[in-house]
């Protein structure tokens, strides 16, 4: 493994840009612990003149949001012809758009919580308090609204009155154009990470997620201290096996590749429900991915220098 050279491109321009730093510093010192020598380049402007010129052996994307998880640069690096660790261009972007990613899960028979799609013209041309009174009498409340792209939780919010629809709904659309409105599910929030292996795709034990204040939004995610994690899970047995089996169902049907991270939550009848799913996990120090490879007795560098040589193999 020593003799590959590795580009860890992190960084970009998306408003995720420093928790991807931070994911790939921590990947790149755990590769180089794997004796992998690596890189770390951003993902701007000299990005393409260094990939036809350098030409590293592989390259693992630790973007989060935009170009990283669209299938942006996934495209690129398909283009030129660089192997890489991830999802390729087309499923990146199924997953990345969240309201196709649950269509394909509901089609599939699978649970998830209901919703709706509205984009930020719908409320200028049919008024908006008119479109939010039929929102709540279509799902009820509680309603958990979010930007039908992107991550980190940014711009998502938990409404539990109507009146504060309104302000959410201008958070959400904050982000981006177009708000994905679903009912919100109480229970256990977990996430599951999925690793393509030798015999397919297999799940890692569940990580049980509490934020301090019951939403696990931006900073519970990236500040130390403001939420709890479980890895493994405190889930019964049954559980356990149903939320694996969704994440694996997940990665299966939306066509991803090598790594993914299924996030859900478990109500109190014991059903899973299918939230969303990562193609660039986070990989920072409070990331729930090397949490649950850390539960599987696995190491962060060996998991992804084996990932690594899978991308290599791909390309021969």
């Known amino acids: ?48 003149d260094r990939l036809q010129h350098e030409r590293p052996d592989a390259v693992v994307i630790a973007l989060h949001g935009g170009e990283g998880e669209n299938g942006a640069i996934q495209s690129i690096l398909d283009m030129l012809g660089v192997p890489y660790v991830g999802t390729d261009p087309r499923a990146c972007r199924r997953a990345w758009d969240k309201p196709t990613a649950k269509a394909e899960i509901a089609r599939a028979g699978l649970t998830t919580p209901d919703w709706v799609v509205l984009p930020h013209s719908t409320f200028r041309e049919l008024g908006a308090q008119a479109v939010l009174d039929a929102l709540v009498a279509k799902l009820g409340l509680p309603l958990m609204l979010k930007p039908d792209q992107g991550g980190s939780a940014l711009g998502a919010r938990v409404v539990r009155e109507a009146a504060e629809l309104p302000s959410a709904m201008v958070g959400a659309l904050s982000y981006g154009d177009t708000v994905l409105v679903e009912q919100f599910i109480e229970g256990t929030e977990v996430a599951i990470g999925v690793l393509d292996g030798t015999g397919g795709p297999e799940a890692l034990p569940a990580v049980r997620i509490e934020a301090a204040d019951g939403v696990y939004d931006y900073a519970a995610r990236y500040t130390a201290g403001l939420t709890s994690y479980q890895a493994p899970a405190e889930l019964d047995a049954e559980t356990a096996t149903r939320a694996g089996e969704l994440a694996v169902a997940a990665h299966r049907l939306l066509g991803l590749r090598d790594v993914s991270r299924t996030d859900a939550i478990v109500d109190r009848h014991g059903t899973v429900h299918f939230l969303e799913v990562n193609v660039s996990p986070g990989l920072t120090e409070t990331s729930l991915l090397p949490m649950a490879i850390d539960a599987a007795d696995r190491s962060l560098g060996t998991t992804f220098a084996e990932l690594i040589e899978r991308a290599i193999a791909r390309r021969h």
């Open 1 to 48: 493994m020593s003799d590959r050279w590795v580009a860890v491109l992190s960084g970009g321009l998306s408003h995720e840009r420093e928790v991807s730093l931070r994911s790939g510093r921590r990947l790149s010192a755990a590769l180089r612990s794997a004796d992998v020598t690596v890189t770390e380049w951003d993902a701007d402007g000299r990005l393409l």
